[in-house]
Every structure is written in structure tokens, then in C-alpha cells.
């Protein structure tokens, strides 16, 4: 084997490469510098290659460089190795060399065959130059479209605001514009980042993540109105949410818009007791005629009693008599003006759980004799057991009254149509019910004043529209009525009616939320 | 003697009725009462008065039908309504005007002496029958 490898090795026997070129100096010089100059040119390559890896460290398939630099390196040193092998006969070792270049040129062969599909994959400068300019387009439009919103977020009037639902189920304030930060007397540093419980005082604390987790449970957007104490002091808000969700859908955030309407509210107050004050004013009318009965009363049994006395009859059983009759007279005329006190006062601002249908009872006492003298009966039937509902008493109250009255101008209007002849009687049926849903009422008021045009209904509930002449109503009655019943989280409808008996009209629907007494005081102690 | 002025007064508050009735009688008159207009229609068709004192809001039939219905049946009937309110609706009968005389309007609260008054002043301007 050693013998083998020596005799491998061993050049006697062989002559130069040189005698085979006859050593003429011509074909000597050609051959050496040509392999010279491809030697060297072939042992610069690598170098370059080389230098670019280390210095492009981001070069893909680096390891496919190292393999042409061994290559290219082992192919210079063939070359070289010509050059030697022209005065020395070391062909041995020359075809050692080769067979190294063959395995390292086979080698990259394979490798570069292989990797060119990922190879042709690479992006061309061009391509990357392209997608380049996209990108830097799509940075751009990105970023004006960015400054767009942050000029919406920043410059709307609405107040604006931003809450994170933390995955614990707690809330937290990611941020709010400059509009809320103002309108409200919040300044957005302080409370970026922070526990909506830790950035707010305790009480409005409670009330705004009970919104807010009412809007995750709802998982839609939520409306509402809420009365919050804040830096600015106490004012009322009309706040929209909306949850957004992950990909996962997942609840992360809440969106939301506040405006304050404290002011509008005090307008709708405003227009409320203005509407009200002229319900009374056509109730005064029937007022004067209530209150001249007693005060009839009084005076002639007062003057009979004064003319008796002046006649000398001093009957005391008479006496007596006349006397309560005045003390009852007065005590009568004391409801109706407490009664008239009650309805003119100004509700509080605070919403409170009450009976509904003694609210409708109460509208019910308050017109029901004046409209039996004009021969319009009113049919109740309120027995629905007991029931509480959120909002003002006297408001629904005030809904109900006008109500009635409408039915009542219904039907003298109706009757004038009529024509000459004794009045036809009128009917005006008032019910309290369960409503048709769960957890609601509903209240009907059926007149049978001949009904409303068709043309006309839908729009019956718009401010500042009505039927009647100039003079006979604001037009303010029903949209007061509608706003009112509206704060309450209920409806009111109008549709006509045929009652079968050649007798038409209209009835009003008022269908409101109601809980029973019970279940709302759990819901207190649970609270 | 001759016979005393027979009154219809038709007014639907009881204590009134009574009060009236009380003080008419005292007077030498001979009262009639009503309950509402229907009633006091009714009673006069039974039973002419002299003279019809009508309250103006009634149950049934009002003080302004009953008019209408006693004008119809009588021109030279004395009236005289007693109300404490008369709106005046459009397309009603304006009783202030002279088509319905006689007929005088008193408000409530009334004083009897008021009312004495003016049931004389009607019953001595009537034409003798």
C-alpha cells in the first residue's frame, strides 16, 4: 500500500510537460501566462466572494459561496499546477489536484442544480425596488390616513373615548379627545392606562363600568342617558358604546361617543311643564266649572240661612245642617285645588319606582267628573295587580291626562259634526294590562271620537303638529307625551278602532317596562 | 189666592237643587226639580212651569240642548241659566244672543236674592197669557 502510494508519486519514468512543447519558448510563454493570469484571476474570485459574505452578512445561502470560492480556488490551482508541471513530471500530485477541483466543482454543480428553484425565487433589485415603492406608498397613505383619523379623533365635537377590557373582566381607560377631555374636565394623562375604579371617584366609578358591562353583555352597541358627576360638575350625557372585538371575537375594547345635553334636557324640562301648563290651561276651563259648584252651593245655602236668621229663625238643627253642608263644600273645593297643585308642580330630576296605574288612576279622578257633565263616560278597568315601573309619577300622569283630553275633543268635535239633536254620549275606556312580552304593561286609552285620517296618524307624535284650530292646542301635547313615555324605555302608539257598533276612534298604546314589587326589591338587596 | 208661579229648576248637583228649591218655596213659589236636561224635559211635558231655571252642564242632556228643546216647544217660556263656565265652542247656540229670549245668564256662584231677582223681572216682563 505505502509502495503503491510512493509509486503513485514517483515521476522518474516521466518527462516534463515542457518536452511535449518541444520547449519553444513562444508556446512556454503562452501556455505560463495564460495560466498564470487564470490563476490568479481564479484565486481573486473566491476572495471577492468571500469578502462580499462577511460583508453582506444578509446574503441568503452563504454556504453555496463558501463552496465556489473552494471551487474557483481549486481550479486556479490546476492552473498553477500546468505552470510546475512543465519541468517537473509530478503528475500524481497534479491529478491529485484535479480530483479535488472535480469533487468541489461536482459538489457545487449538484448544490446549484438543486437550489435553483429557491435561487430563481429570490427576488430580483428590480422586484425589490418595486415592492420597495409599494410599500413606501402604502407607509404613505397609511400615514395620511392615520393623521386623517387622529384629525377626526382630535377635532370632533363629540367626545370621544376608548375603554379596554382587560382580560379579568375589568375596565380600563385607553384614551379620550380633546372634546371629552374638555367636556368633561378630565385630563387624558391622568387617566391613560388606568383602572376605570382607580381613575374615577367610587360612585361615578360604579356607574360608568355598570354601562360598560352592560355593553360587553349586550355584546351591540348600547344607547343610553346617564347623569355623571364629574371635574366640570354635575352633568347629563347621552353616551353611545360600541364593543369591539379580536379576531377571536373576543370583546377588547369599547368605543365611545358622550355628548353633553344637559342644557337640551333642560329645554325638554322646560318644554315638558310648558306643555304642561298648556294642558292645565284647558283643564282650567273645566276647573272653573268645578270650582263654581261648591262655591254655588255655599252661597245659597249661606244667603238662605243669613235670610232666615233676619227673619228670626234660629233653628239650630237648620243651622247645623247648613254649616256642614259649607265645611263640606270647602274641603271639596281644597281637592280640587291640591289636586290642580299637584299636577302643576315641577316633577324632581330623579326617576323613581312607582305604581303606573295609580298614576293612570289619578289622570282618571282628575277629568272624570268634568267629562260625565258633558256626557262622555269614562269605562276603567285598572286591575293588574301590583307593579312598579321606573320614571316621574306625574309625568305619566300628565301623558295620561292629555290623552284623555284629546279623546274628550275627539268626541265633542264629533258630536258637533254630528249636528243638531241631543248630544250622543261618549266613551272613553281606560285599561291597565299585562303586556303581550314579559315584564311589560300596557296602557290603553279608547275613545270613540270618530278616529284620525289615516294621512295624519304617523305623523301625530311630531312637535308642533295637530288637528285642531288655531288656538285649541300647542301641537306639543302628543310629542311631550311621546318623549316622556320614550325616557321610560316604553312606547306609545295610535292606531283607529271600529268598535263594532257603528261607533269608530282611536286608541293609544302605551306599552312601558314594568318589574313587580318583589322582584325589584331582590334585585336591590342583590345589588 | 191665586195659584203660586210653578219653577222647573234643573241642576244636577243635589245640594243646589235643594238650596234653590228651599229658598223658591220660601217665596211663595211651587219648585219642580230635575236631575239633568232629559228629566226637566220630561217633567215639563207632565207638567209646564212658568219659568225653567237650567243649569248648563248636565249629564245626559245639557242646558244648552234643553234650551233648544224648550224654545221649540214654548217662544214665550221664560229662562233663566245658571252656570259657573260657558265656553263658547264654534258651531254651538250663543245664548247671549236676542233669538232666545226670553232668557237671562246668571254665574255661579249665584246669590238666591240674585236669582229672586231675576225670576221676577222675567215673570212680570212676560205677556200675560
Known amino acids: ?527 | 189666592m191665586p195659584e203660586p208661579a210653578h219653577i222647573l229648576v234643573a241642576e244636577d248637583e243635589p245640594l243646589a237643587a235643594m238650596a234653590m228649591e228651599d229658598f223658591l218655596q220660601r217665596k211663595g213659589y211651587r219648585v219642580t226639580l230635575a236631575q239633568d236636561g232629559l228629566e226637566a224635559l220630561e217633567r215639563y211635558r207632565n207638567d209646564p212651569a212658568d219659568l225653567v231655571i237650567t243649569d248648563m252642564r248636565m249629564p245626559r242632556m245639557d242646558g244648552r240642548a234643553l234650551v233648544r228643546e224648550l224654545r221649540g216647544l214654548s217662544a214665550a217660556l221664560p229662562l233663566l241659566v245658571v252656570t259657573g263656565f260657558m265656553p263658547m265652542e264654534p258651531g254651538q247656540d250663543d245664548l247671549t244672543s236676542d233669538i232666545w229670549k226670553p232668557l237671562e245668564i246668571l254665574r255661579k256662584p249665584v246669590s238666591p236674592q240674585v236669582v229672586l231677582d231675576t225670576v221676577h223681572r222675567l215673570m212680570t216682563a212676560r205677556p200675560t197669557a
Open chain 1, 1 to 527: 500500500m505505502f509502495a503503491g502510494l510512493q509509486g503513485f508519486f514517483d515521476t522518474s519514468g516521466f518527462i516534463p510537460h515542457g518536452v511535449c512543447l518541444l520547449w519553444k519558448p513562444e508556446i512556454l510563454a503562452l501556455h505560463i501566462g495564460s495560466d498564470v493570469l487564470i490563476g490568479l484571476s481564479y484565486y481573486s474570485i473566491p476572495i471577492a466572494l468571500v469578502y462580499v459574505v462577511l460583508k453582506r452578512r444578509d446574503v441568503a445561502f452563504s454556504w453555496i459561496f463558501w463552496l465556489f470560492a473552494a471551487f474557483i480556488l481549486a481550479c486556479g490551482t490546476t492552473h498553477f499546477f500546468s505552470i510546475w508541471t512543465l519541468w517537473n513530471a509530478e503528475y500524481g500530485l497534479e491529478g491529485l489536484v484535479k480530483g479535488v477541483t472535480a469533487v468541489a466543482s461536482v459538489l457545487t454543480a449538484i448544490a446549484l442544480w438543486l437550489l435553483m428553484p429557491r435561487l430563481l425565487a429570490l427576488p430580483s433589485p428590480a422586484q425589490m425596488a418595486a415592492a420597495n415603492d409599494a410599500l413606501q406608498r402604502e407607509i404613505e397613505v397609511r400615514r395620511q390616513a392615520e393623521q386623517r383619523y387622529a384629525g377626526f379623533f382630535n377635532n370632533l365635537a363629540e367626545g370621544l373615548f376608548v375603554v379596554t377590557v382587560l382580560a379579568d373582566g375589568r375596565f380600563a381607560f385607553d384614551t379620550l379627545n380633546p372634546a371629552h377631555a374638555r367636556a368633561t374636565g378630565i385630563d387624558p394623562d391622568t387617566i391613560q392606562g388606568r383602572l376605570v375604579s382607580e381613575a374615577l371617584p367610587p360612585e361615578t366609578a360604579q356607574a360608568v363600568t355598570a354601562r360598560y358591562a352592560a355593553c360587553v353583555a349586550a355584546g351591540g352597541p348600547i344607547d343610553y342617558e346617564e347623569t355623571l358627576d364629574l371635574p366640570v360638575g354635575r352633568r347629563v350625557w347621552h353616551t353611545v358604546l360600541v364593543p369591539v372585538r379580536d379576531a377571536g371575537g373576543t370583546i377588547v375594547q369599547l368605543l365611545g361617543s358622550s355628548r353633553d345635553i344637559t342644557e337640551r334636557k333642560q329645554l325638554q324640562e322646560e318644554l315638558v311643564q310648558t306643555s304642561k301648563l298648556a294642558t292645565l290651561g284647558t283643564l282650567a276651563a273645566g276647573m272653573a266649572h268645578e270650582m263654581s259648584q261648591p262655591l254655588n252651593i255655599i252661597r245659597i245655602w249661606a244667603e238662605n240661612a243669613l235670610s232666615r236668621l233676619r227673619d228670626g229663625d234660629t233653628d239650630t238643627a237648620r243651622l247645623d245642617k247648613v254649616l256642614t253642608i259649607v265645611a263640606d263644600q270647602t274641603e271639596r273645593m281644597g281637592k280640587i285645588i291640591d289636586h290642580m297643585r299637584t299636577f302643576s308642580r315641577r316633577d324632581g330630576g330623579e326617576t323613581q319606582l312607582f305604581d303606573p296605574t295609580a298614576s293612570v288612576r289619578a289622570a282618571v279622578d282628575l277629568v272624570a267628573h268634568q267629562f260625565a257633565l258633558e256626557n262622555i263616560t269614562i269605562d276603567a278597568d285598572l286591575e293588574i295587580g301590583e307593579t312598579v315601573a321606573r320614571g316621574r309619577p306625574l309625568q305619566l300622569e300628565q301623558v295620561l291626562v292629555n290623552l284623555l283630553s284629546n279623546a274628550h275633543d275627539a268626541i265633542v268635535e264629533r258630536r258637533a259634526a254630528d249636528g243638531e239633536g241631543s248630544p250622543a254620549g261618549g266613551r272613553i275606556e281606560v285599561h291597565v294590562r299585562r303586556g303581550g312580552s314579559p315584564g311589560t304593561a300596557l296602557i290603553a286609552v279608547t275613545d270613540d271620537g270618530g278616529g284620525i285620517d289615516p294621512g295624519v296618524l304617523p305623523r301625530i307624535f311630531d312637535p308642533f303638529f295637530t288637528t285642531k284650530e288655531v288656538g285649541k292646542g300647542s301641537g306639543l301635547g302628543l310629542s311631550i307625551g311621546y318623549g316622556i313615555i320614550d325616557a321610560m324605555n316604553g312606547r306609545i302608539e295610535a292606531a283607529n278602532v271600529d268598535h263594532g257598533d257603528g261607533r269608530r276612534g282611536v286608541r293609544f298604546t302605551i306599552t312601558l317596562p314594568v318589574s313587580r314589587p318583589s322582584a325589584t326589591e331582590l334585585e336591590r338587596t342583590h345589588a
